[in-house]
């Protein structure tokens, strides 16, 4: 089983719109990937799935997190708190669990987390490059 931190980014779209980060809502439910977060992140999700552009009820949301992510996610104590990101300190949270996890990839479309490419070892790839690596 992989071990993977997967960006909010992805996460909304993989729950939400399908298309190839749907895959990844695949690949967790079956157990070929076990994704990580945080008690940050965890938050993250929950704030963005709330936003209204998505028009998702409250029982949505719940369902959401309460039957497709936090029983199917790790949750980690993250030690560090580094600033790492300084364009974007609050994709910091995603480097400190990946680290705290032993995750071998964070997968995200953000910019500033792929410009880094890697972080203390942990390839940062977009959906399609780590779909690639599990087959």
């Not at 909010?8 to 399908?18: E, R, W, Y």
């Not at 998702?56 to 996610?73: A, G, N, V």
């Not at 600033?83 to 705290?100: G, N, Q, R, T």
Request: glycine share 6%; hydrophobic share 45%; proline share 5%.
């Amino acid at each position: 089983m992989t071990a993977v931190v997967i960006d909010t980014n992805v996460v909304v779209s993989a729950l939400l719109f399908g298309g190839k980060p749907g895959h990844l809502v695949y690949h967790w439910q079956e157990g070929r990937i076990r994704p990580y977060a945080s008690e940050a992140i965890i938050a993250e999700y929950l704030r963005v799935l709330a936003y209204p552009r998505f028009e998702l009820s409250e029982s949505h949301i719940t369902y959401l997190i309460y039957h497709q992510i936090l029983p199917l996610f790790e949750i980690v104590q993250v030690q560090s708190t580094e600033p790492v990101i300084s364009e974007d300190p609050e994709d910091d949270k995603f480097l400190h669990c990946a680290v705290a996890a032993a995750a071998r990839f964070i997968v995200s479309g953000d910019q500033h987390l792929l410009r880094l490419g890697s972080f203390e070892g942990i390839p940062i790839v977009k959906v399609s490059n780590f779909l690639e690596t599990l087959f």
